[in-house]
């Protein structure tokens, strides 16, 4: 029984600022959220109201967010939990350089361009919210 995707859902203090921050620096586009107050699904960038959930995508890469407040009301034992994470999500894109270069330089680096001893071309960064990405190309 095989699994079909996966789409990390981490937590933040600020979804929208989160958001912004995903399509601004990283080029991701926003496909929907919840707002804090009601409920309501919204489809279209920027949200006017407060979010407590969003989902970004790129190609088949998707990543969710939600606030810490709305996850620890859905999974009380992550109250005390804080955003950031001991992990990293890997994401392989076809261009490395075009990515690396739309970076700005306010992008807190972990590792520049590097080649790795099992053969992909890679970067990593820390997010606004300290959660560590990822992104790698097959070196030529």
Same mark, same amino acid.
């Given at each position: 029984m095989p699994l ?22 990283? *080029?991701?586009? @926003? ?9 309501? $699904?919204?489809? !279209?960038?920027?949200?006017?109201? =407060? ?11 998707q990543i969710m ?18 955003? *950031?994470?001991? @992990? ?9 350089? $075009?990515?690396? !270069?739309?970076?700005?330089?306010? =992008? ?33």
């Amino acid at each position: 029984m095989p699994l079909t995707s996966l789409a990390p859902n981490l937590m933040v203090n600020d979804v929208n600022r989160t958001v912004d921050y995903y399509r601004r620096v990283l *080029g991701f586009d @926003f496909a929907m959220g919840v707002t804090d107050e009601g409920r309501q $699904a919204v489809f !279209a960038w920027p949200a006017t109201e =407060t979010l407590c959930y969003a989902m970004v995508v790129s190609g088949p890469v998707q990543i969710m967010f939600q606030s810490k407040k709305s996850l620890a009301a859905e999974l009380p034992s992550l109250e005390n939990a804080k955003p *950031g994470g001991a @992990f990293t999500l890997y994401i392989e894109c076809d261009d490395l350089d $075009a990515r690396y !270069a739309a970076l700005d330089e306010d =992008t807190a680096f972990l590792k520049r361009p590097h080649v790795t001893f099992y053969g992909m071309r890679e970067f990593y960064i820390k997010d606004i919210n300290g959660y560590i990405l990822a992104f790698a190309q097959k070196a030529a």
